[in-house]
Structure formats: C-alpha cells, structure tokens
C-alpha cells in the first residue's frame, strides 16, 4: 500500500531564516505531487504541483519554491521565511488519472516568529 | 474559475441526532467531487469521490450524494467519534490537477 511521509512534524523559524520541508511517497510511481498551506479560518490553498519529475507549476506567487529531485520527493523551501508563512503545510499525492481523490500526508506545522 | 461553498461553518449534534452537511459548488466541468474528514493537527483524510449527479456513496454512517449544483454529506445516527472539520473539493476537466477547497464544516457531536 501507498504511505506519504512528511517532516518535520512541527517547525519554529525566526522570520528571515531559511526553509525546507521534505515529503516523501512509498508505494508508488510517478505521482503527481502537491504542496498545500492551511492557515486559521481558510480553507486548503494550492501552492505547488508537479506531475512528473522535471515539472512543477506555480499556483500562487510568493518567496516559496519548490523542487522534486526525485520521482517520489517533493520539497517545499524558501530563502527568507515571512510572518506570513506561518501556517500547516500539507504534501498530496495521486495517480493522476481515475479516480482522482488526493492523499493527504500528515503536516507540518510552521511557526515564524 | 471554480468555486466551493460549505455550510453551516459549524454544527454541534447530540449523539444519535442524525442531520446534513452541504457543499455548494460551481465547476466548468466536473471531473470529480471530494470529501475528506480532517481531525485537528492532522492531515486530510479522504472519504468519498463522486463523479455525477445521481451518484451516492455510503461509508459506515456517512453518505455523500450529488447533484448538478451540491452535493451532501448525510451523518445518521453520529457517535462523538465522529466529531471532526468535513471538507468538500471539486476538480474541474478546466483546472488541471488542483483540488478546489471549501473552508470545511467543524462538527462536534456530543454524547
């Protein structure tokens, strides 16, 4: 069976530092990958995804980037972390093709302070 | 550009006391509708695909149904366990591969 893995679980980052989150898929090949952030009182926004191993989209601009160095690792950075990066940060995956649904990972909970 | 709509935002039941949870959506084209049960500090958990109006699909004590503008999560008879956020999210044949969100329903049910 397919297990998502991400880490860490939680994460307290002065504002400027660096980032990186790691999330990792077993079970399967050539996912589709996503990056999700959930801040307080809004729902799961996209950030990035990638459906294959040399590409990844953008779905929203902002000081976050991310990279898939291997088919089944997806990394989520940043150069200087803002205030407002603060959040839960979630890794999917799927197939890509029928039926479609998104698996979760279990998160990582960011603080900037 | 697609759209998900949830409501109520929060609903508190008694143990047994059976009710509904909707999820309005706009979609040029539907390629799919989820649902996912979220507990606090933990990653989404998925539930249910339905794929076209008429379609139901039921798990334990849960049952999602949908129609061309919302689909429906009928909780019947629910335990406290199944207290949790409920989030619904539409995929669109024009969106590519995103997953459109609603901000969730927080459900408690108490014994």
């Known amino acids: 069976s397919q297990t998502i893995h991400q880490w860490p679980a939680t994460l307290v980052q002065p504002v400027g530092s660096p980032l990186s989150l790691e999330c990792t898929v077993e079970?399967?090949?050539?996912?589709?990958l996503y990056w999700y952030r959930q801040a307080a009182g809004r729902g799961l926004q996209l950030l990035f995804y990638s459906i294959g191993i040399d590409q990844i989209s953008s779905e929203v601009p902002q000081n976050l980037s991310a990279s898939r160095p291997q088919d089944r690792q997806f990394i989520l950075s940043s150069k200087k972390l803002l205030l407002s990066d603060s959040g839960f940060y979630l890794c999917a995956w799927t197939t890509g093709e029928r039926p479609y649904e998104q698996y979760f990972g279990p998160g990582t909970r960011l603080t900037v302070t | 550009e697609d759209q998900v709509t949830q409501s109520p935002e929060a609903l508190r039941l008694q143990e047994g006391e059976s009710s509904s949870l909707n999820c309005s959506y706009t979609v040029s084209g539907l390629r799919g509708l989820f649902w996912y049960r979220q507990d606090p500090g933990k990653g989404p958990e998925f539930l249910f695909t339905?794929?076209?109006a008429g379609e139901e699909k039921e798990k334990e004590r849960l049952k999602a149904t949908l129609t061309k503008k919302e689909s429906f999560l009928h909780i019947t008879a629910p335990k406290p366990e199944d207290s949790a956020t409920y989030l619904c999210a539409v995929q669109g044949t024009n969106s590519g591969y995103a997953l459109n969100f609603g901000k969730g329903t927080s459900l408690l049910v108490t014994p």
């Open positions: 079970g399967t090949s050539n996912p589709n």
């Open positions: 339905l794929y076209s």
